[in-house]
């Protein structure tokens, strides 16, 4: 199940007229990602992505379940390597599934 969190579905006009991303004010970074652990442990979401204002970088983290399965509040993020490996075996897996006369 995919969901959003309403106050992220509109976009952050303070965001969109900085002129570069050195001029992105941390304030609304911080506005932004503050609440999703918080909503992603409430709603027992394992999966958390997010992107700054323009979507050119992506953060990704994992909420570690507890023995019940529910969220634990805790998180693994994944850095921009992490991303990209994760992302590269999905292509070449679905790529291997598609033409398995490929080796």
């Not at 983290?61 to 990209?84: C, H, M, V, W, Y």
């Amino acid at each position: 199940m995919m969901s959003t969190l309403i106050f992220q579905q509109l976009p952050e006009t303070d965001a969109l007229i900085a002129s570069s991303h050195a001029a992105q004010p941390i304030l609304i970074v911080i506005k932004l990602l503050l609440p999703l652990p918080a909503a992603a442990t409430a709603n027992n979401i394992q999966l958390v992505l997010a992107n700054d204002p323009d979507a050119d970088r992506l953060a990704a983290a994992e909420q570690i379940l507890g023995e019940s399965g529910r969220g634990t509040g805790r998180f693994k993020t994944f850095s921009g390597n992490d991303i990209g490996l994760l992302l590269a075996d999905w292509v070449w897996t679905n790529f291997k599934q598609r033409h398995p006369q490929v080796r």
